[in-house]
Nanobody, 127 residues
Framework: QVQLVESGGGLAQAGGSLRLSCVASGNTFVSYAVGWFRQAPGKEREFVAAISWRGDHTYYSDSVKGRFTIFRDNGKNMVDLQMNSLNPEDTAVYYC????????????????????WGQGIQVTVSS
């Protein structure tokens, strides 16, 4: 397992941007695919984006494709999620997760199958 800490959430207006960061501890971070998930009130946790351990493969949910970008810096043990053109439907608690799986698998597997999670960070988008 790796320990993950998210930062950068907050409040944005519709059409605005926010950037989330996920910093990991542990020198095995480079071996992990990393993903972002989100959970809105009353809804299940859902996949948002994932990136392979080398950063050469990325996957996005249809709801964020073209608006969000995931990228990583293994030298800093960090994965960021740049969120543009935000809308109120993006309001949720966002979680960073890591796993010894492919990024493609992370995009389709049940989130409960991943065992390394951050504490979550609130993103609120006002209309």
């Amino acid at each position: 397992q790796v320990q993950l800490v998210e930062s950068g959430g907050g409040l944005a207006q519709a059409g605005g941007s926010l950037r989330l960061s996920c910093v990991a501890s542990g020198n095995t971070f480079v071996s992990y695919a990393v993903g972002w998930f989100r959970q809105a009130p009353g809804k299940e946790r859902e996949f948002v984006a994932a990136i392979s351990w080398r950063g050469d493969h990325t996957y996005y949910s249809d709801s964020v494709k073209g608006r969000f970008t995931i990228f990583r810096d293994n030298g800093k043990n960090m994965v960021d999620l740049q969120m543009n053109s935000l809308n109120p439907e993006d309001t949720a608690v966002y979680y960073c997760a890591a796993g010894l799986v492919s990024a493609q698998a992370m995009s389709t597997m049940p989130p409960a199958n991943l065992d390394s999670w951050g504490q979550g960070i609130q993103v609120t988008v006002s209309s």
